[in-house]
């Protein structure tokens, strides 16, 4: 058992042994085993282990029962399923559990020859442990359905199905609202009149509602001037999709989820036409940009797990009026006719293709082409409301399990849903999955032009919030707001990157670990755990020495380490006194984790990369210095050398000796040289290019 300590751009705690040897030669000699183990609501899941030829997992909660005795390795706890219709293929692992503590363990089972997936069943769990002359034994009935079965579209059949493990491990993620939108990017200033910057949309109806967007619309665009026609300015010039998804990596995220579509109805995917023009791949910039971001997150990233935000209802669809509901908001919402709100006209719904019905003809057919076509692992509903989701995700679900794949969708489509999604809310703990997202800004998702600088979330506010999340139970889905043209504004990634660093160099302690059921925080100290593992995050900088009240599962061989940082690796000494825990902190921890804010790009360069095959091309440049090309992961060729003028507007002029092709272009907000590299002896290839920042 290890226990570890890590502190926020302050200290990561590990509490462990060396190794497995020492520990079972010192608890090998222990008199005294835990006198009860209790079995809590153990449970057939919908879901398998990862990597496993569809092994069931059945969970339940292990108690120790015991007010003195802890559960260690000596122990030597066996934990299995007995079942006339399953067998046990993978049993349950717990290494350590306190006096008076739980944990979650899994078991993995398969039905016997015969029992077919899906067919109810009953069955035993089963816990023994203590020395081979002298087991102890506990057991819990339970019943549930064995193997991993159709779904039914039906509600009740989708309260059945489960989070996937890699759900609850992947912790942390970037949400992108990006869409017409982003081109007004009004909010008003943070504060009590500022609202979501992505309603807009909406907003721009109301007279009456504090954002005053009616008033700025009018004031900036003209009373003429409909929403839609936002849509010619929605260029996304600046978009690559190599550059967001790298940003995504560096920033420590392991899940991406994009706004696919947002209640004003315009969608940044494809589907038929049949169903509607009303996207940027009819109208605009004419581009597919979600299959531009997920194929290069799939291709370039396939370390990042991929979902897609989808708003249900859309406030004017025509086809939606028949469905037009309030949302407690004591007027319609969702399903006005479309009319401009100055001269009360009607207008054209732009993109609309006349319909049956909304729901099973847009609706359901663009989430279906969200599943099939661009091969998503998350679907992150909206709103809800009229609806039949069931009829969707079943086959999803289905569909999904037979490619071996574990899926999941949230709380917001309308039928039932994995987890829930607090916005913008306070962290306490919840025993059902959650996953709070907020933006960087202080209340909205869409980029908004009047939030400054220093109002977004810090990098060290973001690992706060990661932490307490992780605690407690949840995931963090952090949402970024690019600008119209694509630009993602330089301070959201600077903060992003300042997190990203803390998050890549204590991600042991943050990413695979589980709540600890005992306790999730206590003042500065943030707790969680593996199954080898014990982990003590202390929130700032710690002092020497750090007391912990709480009951942390350490005895006498264990072995407490710092996590990340300088200090990564650093043995701590460690003592009981009157039943607290003491941790001796050296300078070197205290400090080890001590990071300035980012105000600048790393080294000033931006990274830029060109997928030209599957093999790499390495060109580094930096302003007023030559830049060697060699490969990456292919043949050595001969070196050439290119060099980096100063910059001219918002392009980087590059001078090339003429063997060397390359082309230029204006790439990304103030970020500005890409291009493809062809030697004479090599095929097309991978190109990275280091440009510098400019003001």
Known sequence: MHIRLLSHLGTVLCLGTASVGALSLKHDKRATNPSSLEIG????????????????????????????????????????????SLETTTPGTLLRLGPKQSAVVQVGVKNKAGVKAGTQCDATAVVTWGPKENRKKSSKDFSGQCGIGDYEASESSLEHHWNPDWFHEIKYGIFIHWGLYSVPAFGNRPGPKQDYAEWYGYRMTQPDFPSETYQYHRDTYGENFNYDNFVSNFTGANFDAEDWMNL????????????????????????PESVS????????????????????????????????YFSMPEWFNPAYVKYAWDQHYKEIYWGRPPTNPYTNKSIEYTGYVEVDDFITDIQNPQIEALFYDYDIEMLWCDIGGPNKAPDVLAPWLNWARDQGRQVTFNDRCGAAGDYSTPEYSGISFNPRKF??????????????????????????????????????????????????????????????LDAGEWIKSHGEGIFGTRYWPTAQTSGALRFAMKPDAFYIHHVGQPSS?????EPVPWVEGDEVTAVGGSAHGTVLQVARNDGSFSVQLPDNVVQGDKQEPKTTFPEDVVVKRVDLSSNGTLVEAVEGQDAVVSTVGGEAFAAQKLSIDAAISTQVKCFIPSEIDVDTREAWGNLAFIGKYVAPSLTKRNLRILAPALS
Request: no cysteine.
């Open 545 to 549: 020495p750090l007391v912990i009240s």
């Open 41 to 84: 609501s153990p449970v057939l899941t919908s879901k398998w282990l990862e990597g496993s030829e569809y092994e069931q997992v059945v969970e339940f909660f292990i108690t120790n029962s015991d007010e003195n005795n802890p559960l260690t390795w000596a122990d030597r706890l066996d934990v299995s399923v007995e079942s006339s």
């Open 248 to 271: 995504v990596a560096d920033a420590g995220a392991q899940y991406v989820v994009p706004v696919t579509k947002h209640h004003d109805g315009w969608a940044l995917f494809d589907f």
């Open 277 to 308: 023009k009303r996207s940027t791949v009819h109208y605009g910039p004419k581009r597919d940009f979600v299959k531009e971001l997920l194929d290069v997150a799939k291709a370039k990233h396939p370390e990042i797990r991929r979902g897609t």
């Open 435 to 496: 996953e709070s997202n907020r933006g960087l800004d202080p209340f909205s998702y869409g980029y908004n032009y009047l939030t400054t600088d220093d109002e977004y979330l810090s990098g060290e506010e973001i690992v706060k919030t990661l932490v307490d999340n992780v605690v407690n139970n949840g995931n963090f889905l952090l949402n970024m707001g690019p600008k119209g043209d694509g630009t993602i504004p330089k301070q959201q990634q600077l903060n992003l």
